[in-house]
């Protein structure tokens, strides 16, 4: 069982950064392929970047290649999203989540976070 906890969200203006944090519980944590993904209002959830449990490989959405970069630290049980260059289009809630494969399918994923708001003013 793992319980994720995502933090760091918030407003910020077209252009600016955020850092994004995940921090899991359990200690299989290492073994896991995490995950972001992201909803907007009215949309279904989207995939936007994934990691291999030793944070060597790396699976990026489309439309943030070149702004996000996703990192984690193992012996901290935290994932974390440097988001750069934010536009309106990134505003949404993040969710964190966890899974066996490298992939942006929502249904490979067994394990999810609250959610953290970001909001990109534009």
């Known amino acids: 069982q793992v319980q994720l906890v995502e933090s760091g969200g918030g407003l910020v203006q077209a252009g600016g950064s955020l850092r994004l944090s995940c921090a899991a519980s359990?200690?299989?944590?290492?073994?896991?392929?995490m995950a972001w993904f992201r909803q907007a209002p009215g949309k279904e959830r989207e995939f936007v970047v994934a990691?291999?449990?030793?944070?060597?490989?790396?699976y990026y959405a489309d439309s943030v290649k070149g702004r996000f970069t996703i990192s984690r630290d193992n012996a901290k049980n935290t994932v974390y999203l440097q988001m750069n260059s934010l536009k309106a289009e990134d505003t949404a809630v993040y969710y964190c989540a966890a899974g066996v494969r490298l992939t942006g399918r929502t249904s490979s994923y067994d394990y999810w976070g609250q959610g953290t708001q970001v909001t990109v003013s534009s």
């Open positions: 990691i291999n449990w030793q944070g060597l490989t790396t």
């Open positions: 359990g200690r299989t944590f290492n073994s896991y392929v």
